[in-house]
């Protein structure tokens, strides 16, 4: 079956630090996949996503680049500001595979102090 | 922007008791689907819904869930008999069409089951 496994967390930077939240996928088809965050108190928002190898998606600072190689979409931020204190999750999407439900890895609580 | 919502954002409840959620996606949007979240664990798809019946449903999806579109607006989970662990974030989002599209989700509602 398909699974998203994500880096756990919480990870804690200070602002202006870079930042990698990993996340690795296992489908069956050929999978979209996203990354959403989740600030506090709030719904899920898309973030970025990327619906092919080699694509890279970008949203407010944040890109994550398909590699279909190593089954990778790792989300990175060159500097982090203390607004991106979130919970982010990767997931994916297989819907060629048949499956209309994301599947989502576990989040990773990202906490940026001044 | 156009955006699902949800009522409420908060519900308690008692063990036994039915409680129905309630989802307005977004108009243009076709498909359209239930996830939820229990405390600290991943987010979790239960059904995918279009052309007003099911198209997909996950195991935990069982014969006390039922979701429903009564007009051209609502979508509804229906818990015919909470257990406690039917507490948990539920989430409702929806899509465009169905292969490779981008889900947008709700900002949840809060069910506590005691």
């Known amino acids: 079956g398909n699974s998203v496994t994500q880096m756990e967390g919480p990870v804690t930077l200070s602002e202006e630090a870079f930042l990698t939240i990993n996340c690795t996928y296992t489908?069956?088809?050929?999978?979209?996949l996203f990354w959403y965050v989740q600030y506090p108190g709030e719904g899920l928002q898309l973030l970025l996503k990327?619906?092919?190898?080699?694509d890279k998606g970008s949203n407010k600072g944040f890109e994550a680049t398909y590699r279909k190689e190593t089954t990778s979409f790792h989300l990175e931020k060159g500097s982090v500001q203390v607004s991106d204190s979130a919970v982010y999750f990767c997931?994916?999407?297989?819907?060629?595979?048949?499956?209309?439900?994301?599947?989502f890895g576990k989040g990773t609580h990202l906490i940026i102090q001044p | 922007e156009p955006e699902v919502t949800q009522t409420p954002s908060h519900q308690v409840t008692q063990m036994g008791q039915e409680v129905i959620l309630r989802c307005v996606p977004i108009?243009?949007?076709?498909?359209f689907y239930w996830y939820r979240q229990i405390l600290g664990q991943k987010v979790e798809f239960l059904v995918s819904?279009?052309?007003?019946?099911?198209?997909?449903k996950s195991e935990i999806f069982d014969d006390q869930f039922s979701v429903e579109r009564p007009d051209g607006s609502n979508f509804t989970l229906k818990i015919r008999s909470t257990k406690l662990e039917d507490s948990a974030m539920y989430f409702c989002?929806?899509?465009?069409?169905?292969?490779?599209?981008?889900?947008?989700f709700g900002p949840g509602t809060r069910l506590l089951v005691l």
């Open positions: 989002a929806s899509s465009r069409v169905r292969v490779q599209e981008t889900q947008y």
């Open positions: 489908a069956t088809g050929y999978p979209s």
């Open positions: 990327a619906t092919k190898a080699d």
């Open positions: 997931a994916l999407s297989d819907r060629g595979g048949g499956a209309d439900g994301l599947t």
């Open positions: 108009s243009n949007h076709l498909y």
């Open positions: 819904f279009y052309n007003n019946e099911i198209s997909e």
